[in-house]
């Protein structure tokens, strides 16, 4: 809804600026910032579902599947784990947290959160991976099953 409205004042602001014969500059950074924030709003996570043999974390736009028999380990975390983490290539904040990040405690890791109150660390051979996800223990319960 949000990029919905973004995407139409952009609009409504390219027009009406080639209407009233301001500067070329003017339209073009409006359609950028509208596409900008249509590509973060369509990257941004939108849940996790967990299949017979697949890890699926949902995107408005793709998403990101995982093999569970590559999984190793699964746990929750709390926000104090993520402190001093930094941005390697990721956005924070606006449509969730979501990339590639880096953490004196966790390493390098890759996020998809909504929140950061609720986190789940999955570790796959070789990849880490934080979600936010409702409901945690609910999907602990699902992932140690599958370690057994």
Excluded: C
Excluded at 8 to 31: E, H, K, M, N, P
Aim: proline content about 3%; charged content about 20%.
């Amino acid at each position: 809804m949000l990029v919905s409205a973004i995407v139409l004042i952009a609009i409504a602001l390219t027009g009406a600026a080639a209407q009233a014969g301001r500067s070329l500059f003017f339209a073009t950074a409006s359609v950028g910032l509208a596409a900008f924030f249509t590509a973060l709003f369509a990257l941004s996570p939108n849940g996790i579902e967990v299949g017979d043999e697949l890890v699926y974390i949902r995107r408005r736009w793709g998403g990101v599947p995982r093999h569970l028999v590559m999984l190793s380990s699964v746990r929750r975390i709390a926000i104090h784990e993520l402190e001093s983490s930094i941005r390697l290539v990721a956005v924070g904040g606006v449509f969730g947290w979501y990339g590639t990040f880096q953490s004196p405690t966790l390493g390098e890791f890759k996020m998809f959160a909504t929140r950061l109150d609720r986190l789940v660390l999955m570790d796959f051979h070789g990849e880490r991976i934080v979600v936010s996800v409702d409901e945690p223990d609910k999907l602990l319960a699902l992932l140690q099953v599958q370690l057994e």
